[in-house]
């Protein structure tokens, strides 16, 4: 799934404070499998998705802990 796709999934778990809330489980996989096949640096993976390394490491720490 291309970046711009999934920044737009995510947008729609964003809370006001600009915090994800209750990302769906499917979201969490496709962010979890974009994560794996991104060949990139980390900071452009976050920056595709629109969100900063502590906003996203929660989604993905969250999906890790699961």
Do not use: I
Request: hydrophobic share 35%; glycine share 10%.
């Amino acid at each position: 799934m291309d970046l711009v796709t999934l920044k737009k999934k995510l947008s729609t778990y964003e809370s006001d404070k600009g915090y994800l809330k209750n990302v769906s489980d499917d979201v969490l996989y496709e962010v979890l499998v974009a994560w794996e096949n991104w060949t990139g640096p980390t900071k452009d993976f976050y920056r595709g998705l629109g969100f900063s390394h502590a906003q996203m490491a929660g989604v993905v720490g969250n999906e890790v802990r699961q």
